[in-house]
């Protein structure tokens, strides 16, 4: 999302600074405009204080985000969470910059309300194993809105929902990204549990509209950005195989503890305050997306075959 951000920036003719310590991102999504004269990058970890001189806005989307990477990374995601986001409102504050915390449909848990309005609480279980993220992001949402309170800080909160697109992973184990290779490697589909959970996919350049457009906003309490269209993961997998012409079976696997069973945003008050509304449907989005993985899958099987 960082890179996609950079770009819708840099297009605007924004001057950008990237940071990142690379932990879950990957290098190379940097290259289409590494070497943008309006573009510096900075290798560092933001849970450690630093200062990089006078900046008009922050826009903090630091935090391992794929189930498996911040339960593989518990204390580094409670650390940016907390630590980082500290950081980085200091910065904000000493330099009187907007902020916008990226913030996630995981602060509503395994929601008990659907579809998730932002005026509902949750259902977070705060010591099982998706708490250092849950908890991580919810913690940073607390802080934000109390540097906005006690400080003046111009602060935006996003609660973004599955997102897909170029750059996702492969191997960070995300349903899309996961079914998506599998497809194109001919290997079985992994459909955790029944795949009768829900989800709803937003394609990547909907979502950087909608964030954009909040940063620019008078809102500071939380805003959801995310496609209301919810399909079960059986469903997704069917698309996927549509899409791909693949001829993969699903296979069924364990269902992750507190794997949320629902989840759909309320996007309402994103169409009143911003009026924004997602324009590209999951069919379109893969498509979309099928390029950059399939030159993933090709550059992986190259390097096999040696
Ligand atoms: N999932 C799946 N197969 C996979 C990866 C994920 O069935 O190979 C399911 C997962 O159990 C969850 C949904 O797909 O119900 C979305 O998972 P993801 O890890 O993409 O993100 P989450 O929404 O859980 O944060």
Not at 16 to 34: M, P
Not at 43 to 54: A, K, M, N, V, Y
Not at 212 to 218: C, D, E, N, V
Not at 232 to 241: G, H, K, R
Request: glycine content about 8%; some cysteine.
């Amino acid at each position: 999302m960082g890179s996609h951000l950079t770009q819708a920036l840099l297009a605007d003719d924004h001057i950008v600074t990237g940071i990142d310590n690379f932990s879950t991102g990957k290098r190379e999504n940097l290259t289409d405009f590494i070497d943008d004269p309006h573009f510096k990058f900075v290798e560092h970890d933001i849970t450690h204080p630093f200062d990089l001189g006078r900046v008009d806005y922050i826009f903090n989307f630091a935090s391992p985000a794929s189930p498996g990477e911040y339960m593989r990374l518990g204390i580094e995601t409670l650390m940016v969470g907390s630590h980082g986001t500290l950081n980085v409102l200091e910065l904000a504050r000493k330099y009187d910059a907007g902020f916008l915390q990226a913030s996630t449909s995981e602060c509503y848990g395994d929601p008990l309300v659907h579809p998730q309005r932002e005026d509902y609480w949750g259902n977070v279980n705060p010591v099982g194993p998706r708490s250092v993220y849950d908890e991580s992001k919810r913690y940073a949402e607390a802080l934000t809105m109390a540097y906005y309170r006690y400080h003046g800080v111009n602060t935006h909160l996003v609660r973004i929902f599955n997102t897909y697109g170029p750059r996702l992973s492969v191997g960070d184990g995300r349903v899309v990204s996961n079914f998506i290779a599998q497809a194109l490697r001919g290997e079985d589909l992994t459909v955790y549990g029944d795949g009768q959970q829900t989800r709803s996919f937003c394609y990547v350049s909907d979502l950087i509209d909608g964030i954009l457009r909040l940063s620019r906003s008078s809102e500071h309490l939380p805003v959801n950005i995310g496609n209301p269209h919810e399909m079960t993961v059986l469903e997704c997998a069917m698309e996927v195989l549509a899409a791909t012409n693949s001829r993969s079976k699903i296979r069924h696997e364990a269902l992750p503890q507190d794997d949320p069973t629902r989840r759909r945003p309320d996007i309402s008050k994103a169409n009143a305050l911003l009026d924004w509304h997602p324009s590209i449907d999951l069919r379109q989005g893969l498509q979309l997306s099928l390029e950059y993985f399939r030159n993933l899958i090709e550059q992986e099987t190259a390097a096999k075959t040696g």
